[in-house]
Structures are given as C-alpha cells and as structure tokens.
C-alpha cells in the first residue's frame, strides 16, 4: 500500500453517517485483474481531468493504491490483505477494476468477500442508454432506471448444503420431523432469508436515492405471490419503511390512482410494486414508466444484467457496492484475462462508475462533464472494439485512446 504518496485529506462520516469530503479525498484503487490495469489507466486521467475542468483545480482527488487479487498475491502473500479492508474502511470511498474468482479452488470470490467484510449492502446498477450505442430494442432511449439490489441476504446468503451429505440429510429429517413436511430424496438444499431490517436499510436508501434526484418513483419488485414470507415480505416491509420514514415525501400508486385522481402530487416519490416476472415484461414494454428500482438479490441480478443488455452490454455498464460505512465503486464486468495489457477493451464501465462515485461525492459537475463527453464520443463514432463490431462506420479505438478521446470531447 503506497501510502507515503499520500497527501489528501480523510473522507469523514458525521454522526448521522453523512459523508464530509474535503477538497482534496483521498482516495483508494484496485487496480484489479487481467485487464483492470488496462482499462484502470484510461480512467483514471478521464476523472482527474473532468473533476480539473468542472473545478479549476479547487478539488483533487489523491489516488493511492489498494492491494488485492493477483497483485496481493505476489506482493503480500495474501489475495485480500487485511489492510486493504481497513483502508477502504478509512477513506470512505474506493474504486476498483474486476478480480478473478478462481473456479472450483473453493476459494470465495473476493468481490462477495470485499461485500461481506464491508456490509455493502447495496448493490446500486444505473442503466441508460448512450445514442449510437448497438441495441437489441427498438426504443433503448427510453431507459433510465437505477436497480437497487440487496446485497447480503436472500438465496445468495450462502446457506446450502449438497445433495447427500450429512447436513443436506439431517436438515431433511428436522423438515419432516418438526413441520411434517417431506423433501424429494436426495434434495440439495439451500435457505433464502430475507429479513426486516435487510429489506429496509435498502429501501431507504432507494427511497432516500430517488429524492435526492427528484426523481419520479421507487418500484418494489419481488415474487410475493409465490414466496410470500421472504419476497411477500420485502414488499411489505418496503412499503412500511415508506410510510414510517417517508410519510411526506412519498405516495403509494394505489393513492395516486384513488387518492389524487390518477396524477402523482408534485414533489411526492411514488411507491410501485411490481411481481419479478411481470417486471421483465415492463422493462422491455413500458420502460419509462420505471425510475429507481429495489429488489431482493437475486431479482436484481437478473434485472440489472437485462437491463444492461437493453441499452447495449455489460461493457457500459457501471456499478457500485455501497454500506453505511463505505462505497466501492467497480467495472461490472469480468477480467477478460485473454485481452490482459492488450490496451483494447472497453473501459467504458469503469470510467461511468468513476462518475458515479464524483456523483456520490457531490460533485456532480465533474460528474455531468463525463456523462456528454461519453455521449459525443459515442456520437462521432469512435468506440472500442465491442462496439465497433457491431456499429456500421465506427472509428475503432484502443482501450487508452478512447480514454482521451473522452478527454478531448469535454472541451
Ligand atoms: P468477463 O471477464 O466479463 O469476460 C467475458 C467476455 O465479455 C470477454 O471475453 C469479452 O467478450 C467481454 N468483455 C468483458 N469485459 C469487457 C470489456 N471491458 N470490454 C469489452 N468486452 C468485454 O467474464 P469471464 O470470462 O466469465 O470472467 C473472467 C474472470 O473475471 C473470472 O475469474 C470471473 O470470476 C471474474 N469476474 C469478476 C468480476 C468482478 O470482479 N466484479 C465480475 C465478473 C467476473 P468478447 O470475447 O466477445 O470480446
């Protein structure tokens, strides 16, 4: 950890949790595997030179760098070096390229791991569409929505035993011992909970998310129909939270339609709830009918990664991991190890969860530069390979020289 290069200043929580940041963060990278060091050195120039052309050298970001992954290994002996977790914990806000999860090590993956040790609780995936940009839709333009996932509970928890083991056997004789309740043989078994306070830590913020940005609605979407105790649950504990914390500010749809005669009030979020498998339909259908969106973990994983596809790929798309003690920002795709240090891949995801960590920050300004220099890039032409496969007349460019074309399209 490179922190005699140090000379920012420390992010702070106040009491209530909100972030004070200084004119001068300091903040950490991994740079991460495969070709994270590639598309890490085209983004890092295009942040540092929206947050110089936003604030004329008013605000800087100190980068230093975060051990973890292939990196860690060879210089620390260790994947995910503790201190990698307590300076992340220290500067509030990270950002980082992909890590590999090696197959079948029964190694855990360090990206769920970095989750676990952090509660990032929510996995925040905002999706719109960048004109030019190859689409299977016909209407890619009409989709804006950010995808609030929960990160720690449901089916992903990590409560499973296989099929014919000891645990799988003695979990099935409790079932029908103490519920009566007879599993096929054999069954490998996994546990999905979804509690009260998981649910509504997300909800908040979703909820808290859409305000700050006046932005038209929150939808609940869930499979209450069918698992009614876990998913029946996060919808009713959504709306809940909405009516504890939230009273003022928003409106359920129900209330607008029997309440406000079918017009939301001005001002007032509206509560949505959606069924998973409904919500797929209205994604594609009536995409502009849906805003902020929280969901269960294993709804937002397939509608994030759907989402993606509608607006063009996961190569675009950003994301980030955030608890109530630190956010990391990350490339939403993998290593792509066979293009490592080729300088060729899209370091599209990166630089727009860059922006969206300058958006976290309050630095919005910076923020909004990246978005339309992206957005005329695109327009004339030039993108990575990914794209350019697919777009009739595209300017191929490398990995780095769409980095600067970003840069050059802020001016
Ligand atoms: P992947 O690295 O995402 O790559 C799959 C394919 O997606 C690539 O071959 C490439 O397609 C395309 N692609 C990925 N990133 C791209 C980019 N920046 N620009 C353009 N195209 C891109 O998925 P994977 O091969 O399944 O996984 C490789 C490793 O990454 C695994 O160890 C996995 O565990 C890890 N992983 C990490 C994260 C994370 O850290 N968050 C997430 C997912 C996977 P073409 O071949 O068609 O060009």
């Known amino acids: 950890m490179k922190e005699r290069a140090l000379s920012g200043e420390w992010i702070t929580l106040d009491a209530r949790g909100e972030m004070r940041v200084p004119s001068n963060p300091n903040i950490g990278f991994i740079e991460g595997d495969g070709t994270g060091p590639d598309i890490w050195a085209a983004t890092r120039p295009v ?15 100190h980068w230093f760098e975060l051990l973890a992954g292939e990196k860690a290994v060879k210089e620390a002996g260790d994947p995910l070096p503790q201190k990698t977790v307590d300076l992340i914990r220290k500067c509030v806000v990270a950002i980082k390229g992909p890590l590999t999860t090696p197959v079948g090590s029964g ?19 905002p999706v719109r569409y960048f004109p030019g940009i190859p689409s299977p839709v ?3 333009e009409r989709v804006n929505m950010v995808v609030f996932r929960e990160n720690t509970e449901d ?9 014919g083991s000891a645990e799988a056997d003695r979990f099935a004789r409790l079932l029908l011992d103490n519920f009566n309740v007879t599993l096929p043989a054999k069954s490998g078994i996994g546990v999905k909970p979804i509690s009260p306070g998981g649910t509504k830590r997300l909800v908040r913020r979703a909820i808290a998310y859409a305000l700050q940005r006046g ?9 209450g129909n069918i698992m009614k105790y876990t998913e029946g649950a996060f919808r009713k504990w959504g709306y809940e939270l909405a009516k504890e914390e939230f009273a003022e ?10 309440v406000h005669g079918g017009k939301a009030p001005e001002g007032k979020v509206v509560i949505k709830e959606r069924i998973a498998d409904s919500m797929f339909q209205q994604v594609l259908l009536r995409p502009e009918e849906y805003s902020v969106i929280a969901t269960p973990n294993l709804n937002g994983d397939y509608l994030s990664d759907a989402l993606a596809a509608q607006v063009g790929g996961l ?9 109530d003690e630190a956010a990391v920002f990350e490339a939403t795709h993998g290593t792509a190890p066979k293009y490592a240090g080729l300088d060729k891949v ?20 910076a923020a909004k530069l990246i978005h339309e220099a992206i957005e005329r890039t695109i327009g004339d032409g030039i993108v990575t390979y990914d794209l350019a496969r697919q777009m009739k007349g595209a300017k191929e460019a490398g990995c780095s020289s769409f980095g600067r074309a970003i840069i050059e399209h802020m001016n």
């Open 215 to 223: 932005l038209p609605s929150v939808t609940l979407v869930h499979k």
């Open 346 to 365: 899209n370091p599209g995801s990166l630089i727009l969860s860059g922006a969206m960590m300058l958006d976290h920050l309050g630095w919005v300004e």
């Open 315 to 323: 190569g675009m798309a950003p994301g980030a991991n955030v608890g």
């Open 155 to 163: 089916v992903y928890a990590g409560i499973e035993w296989e099929s």
């Open 249 to 258: 500010s928003t409106v359920t749809e129900d209330d607008v339609q029997e």
């Open 107 to 125: 190694m855990r993956s360090l990206n769920v791991t970095l989750r676990i040790v952090l509660d990032l609780y929510a996995c925040i995936r």
């Open 47 to 61: 942040l540092d030179a929206a947050v110089l052309k936003a604030y004329g050298g008013e605000k800087k970001i």
């Open 138 to 140: 016909r209407h890619p």
